[in-house]
């Protein structure tokens, strides 16, 4: 630990520098020095220490409003301080503990004593950058299975973030594998499953290059979810991702299979209900981002209801996308479990 460790010794007086420099290094310790407070603080921002000796009385800035400084900024507050005070430096020990200091170390600086607080604020620091690693571990582990979304809502917001289910303007993608049945019984499981899982880390790709957000993947396709402040440009975005989603299901190579993976998309554009949701269950919390209500239902039978290859949009998404794309206009159509059958829309490209 000790040869790894990085010291910087903050002191005016040149034979306090030269005495610390030379203990520390007869010990395996590498030295940075900073003759006053400005210039430690340039030194940490540079290039940050693992432990910090630090005078009091210095030119510029004094070591206290140095702590003080450090102790207050995220980026530096872990960093072990040891501020050295003279024999009678009662009222220094009291401010430096105000200030945020670890430690102290009375001048003249015993050797002994100096490697002894050293080593201890030193397996302390280690302690805790273990700690701080394994929880970030964990907690990378964690987002992996936290919507995009949620993580944004938690991270604008991380007291109070805004969870709850919201009306809002959204345009909503629905993907559907062609064949899917015929598919798992043709392919074995594990064939079947590395066959999705290379598609749809392409395709997952391509929704995040788009600024969409994936609420679900099944066995046979995913549902995708796009905002933005202008209604039409969440509804260009859609139409865009969906173009390249066809482009990318082309580009796959599909490693052994008969045929490429072919695959339909449905997009619908409006006002849906959508925000987080929570499932608890015996073996703990799962989060999924959504948007329900017609809007979704309406993108759901639209992708049913498309070909091979075919991308099929809604009238609202048609209205807002405008001359923007070529598109062939289907004709009205009664879609499973809708009350009133919809114009439908082919997207064939961009104009």
């Known amino acids: 630990m000790t040869r790894s460790s990085r010291i910087l010794i903050v002191d005016d007086e040149p034979f306090n520098v030269d005495y610390l420099q030379q203990e520390l290094e007869d010990h395996g310790y590498a030295t940075a020095i900073a003759r006053n407070g400005v210039e430690a603080l340039d030194k940490v921002a540079a290039d940050a220490p693992d432990l910090i000796l630090l005078d009091v009385m210095m030119p510029l800035m004094d070591g206290l409003t140095v702590c003080r400084i450090l102790k207050g900024a995220d980026s530096t507050r872990l960093i072990p301080i040891v501020i050295m005070t003279a024999l009678d430096g009662l009222e220094d020990r009291i401010k430096g503990v105000e200030a945020g200091a670890d430690d102290f170390l009375t001048k003249p600086v015993n050797h002994r004593e100096l490697m002894a607080r050293i ?15 394994e929880l970030s571990r964990i907690k990378d582990h964690f987002a992996k299975f936290v919507p995009e979304a949620v993580k944004r809502l938690v991270l604008a917001n991380p007291e109070a973030p805004r969870l709850a289910k919201r009306d809002r303007d959204v345009s909503v ?10 598919m798992s019984e043709r392919l074995s499981p594990g064939a079947l499953n590395l066959l999705i899982e290379r598609y749809f880390s392409t395709f997952l790709d391509c929704i995040h290059e788009g600024g969409g957000d994936i609420n679900e ?27 390249l989603l066809l482009s990318a299901a082309n580009r796959v190579d599909p490693e052994g299979a008969e045929d490429p993976l072919s695959i339909h998309i449905g997009i619908n554009s409006g006002m849906a209900l959508v925000g987080s949701t929570r499932f608890e269950g015996l073996r703990g919390t799962r989060w999924t981002f959504t948007a329900s209500g017609h809007v979704t239902n309406l993108a759901a039978r639209l992708a049913a209801a498309a070909t091979p290859g075919q991308i099929l949009a809604g009238p609202e998404t048609v209205r807002r996308i405008g001359d923007r794309y070529r598109l062939d206009r289907l004709g009205r159509k009664r879609l499973k479990n809708l009350a009133e059958a919809v114009e439908l829309y082919q997207i064939l490209g961009t104009t």
């Open 217 to 243: 993947t099944a066995g046979d396709g995913f549902m995708a979810i796009f905002q933005d402040a202008d209604v039409q440009a969440h509804a260009c975005r859609a139409a865009d991702t969906a173009l």
């Open 173 to 182: 993608l629905f993907l559907d594998i062609t064949g899917y049945a015929d």
């Open 119 to 133: 080593q201890t604020a030193l397996r302390l620091k280690a302690t805790v950058d273990r700690k701080i690693s």
